[in-house]
Every structure is written in C-alpha cells, then in structure tokens.
C-alpha cells in the first residue's frame, strides 16, 4: 500500500489570507497547492469552496478564480498580450501598463521591437527563467483572481526586485488571497500566517 503524500490535512483559507506554505523537500507542499488548485484530485477527503464540495462545483469556473504561477507553468507560442491576457479583450491597456510596472517587465516589453504584439516561442524558449516567471505571475494577476498560488514565483530575481513584487503581491489592497510555497523566508515576515508541513501533515499553523 502506497503512503499518502497528503494525510489528515485540515485548512482553511480565508478571504485576504497570506499564507506561507513552509516545510522540508517532500514534505507534501507541491501537492497541497495543486490539491487546492484543482491540479489534482484528492483519492480520498473533500475540497470545500465556500462550504460547497469541489465536486459539485464546475472545475472550469472554479479555476477561472485563482491565478497560478508554478513551475510547469511557462509562456506559450504567441505575442506577448496573448500570454498576459489569454485572448480576453476585456483587458485594458491601462490594466495591462500597470501590471508591467508592478511586476517589473516594462523594460522587457519596451527592449522588443514590437512591444506587447512580439511573438513568444512555445513553452518560453529563448527567455531568461525569471522574464518567464513574470510573464506567468503577469498573466494571474490580470485574471482579477480571488486565490493565487505561488510556486517559488520570485526564485533567482534580483533582491530589489523581488522585495518589490513580495510588498505589491502581499498588499492589503489587493483582494486576493494568497497561498504560496517557497524557501525565501522574506515571505515569513510578509505573510499573516505560517502552515508548517512534515510528512503531510501539518505541525504548525500561526
């Protein structure tokens, strides 16, 4: 009988959380964040969204709530307004702009000849890893997400730059709530809790 990667987890988010998911390598975090997701499906236990079971609720609206930005996530074959967008033209210029700056790609954008309508290669072949991550984390945000989930989104940016997205993403003025997994104990500190997991379960939660 195979070990449950996942046992005996009970957790809930609430509106405005920032959670910091901490734990060793293996400790289950991956997986819970693609658990809460909708990556994947529990064999056993029952996802709750507001006091609903995720089973009775369509996937496809459920995910069109939460913005993710995780490691097999990268930027596919066209322009860069498709990948920040998804083709959805309710997106302004200005909503567009002011994401840019937050998550510091104005100076990507502006370094292609033809800006936002550049071509991307498939799976972001020929980006650097972290102008990769933030096409990714660009594109949650602009999806107005009520949940976002966060893989180690800030990994090998510059320290300025990644204390400046941090402060922007944690934000109380940003509706979202967060969930996020990540060794960089500057989350710690910027996060209103710390859910601490051991061989799947949680030991801590303050």
């Not at 910091?20 to 996802?47: A, D, E, F, M, R």
């Not at 009520?146 to 941090?166: C, G, R, T, V, Y």
């Not at 960089?184 to 710390?194: A, E, I, L, P, Q």
């Amino acid at each position: 009988m195979m070990k449950p990667i996942i046992n005996g987890v009970s957790l809930k988010i609430k509106a405005m959380d920032r959670i910091l998911l901490h734990g060793s390598h293996g400790s289950g975090k991956t997986t819970l964040l693609k658990l809460i997701g909708g990556v994947n499906q529990p064999t056993s236990g029952v996802l709750y969204v507001n006091d609903v079971a995720l089973q009775g609720v369509k996937l496809n609206d459920y995910r069109s709530n939460i913005g993710q930005s995780l490691p097999e996530e990268s930027p596919f074959e066209g322009t860069i307004r498709e990948n920040l967008t998804f083709g959805n033209s309710n997106i302004s210029d200005d909503e567009i702009d002011f994401v840019l700056q937050k998550i510091k790609l104005v100076a990507f954008v502006k370094a292609q000849n033809k800006g936002l309508n550049t071509m991307l290669y498939p799976e972001g072949k020929k980006l650097s890893s972290t102008v990769s991550k933030k096409i990714v984390l660009a594109r949650s945000i602009l999806k107005k997400p009520k949940l976002l989930l966060l893989k180690d989104p800030l990994e090998q940016f510059e320290l300025h730059e990644a204390n400046s997205i941090m402060k922007f993403l944690v934000d109380k003025n940003n509706p979202w709530s967060i969930v996020v997994v990540s060794y960089n104990m500057d989350w710690k500190s910027n996060c209103t809790r710390v859910i601490n997991l051991e061989d799947g379960k949680i030991v801590s939660n303050n």
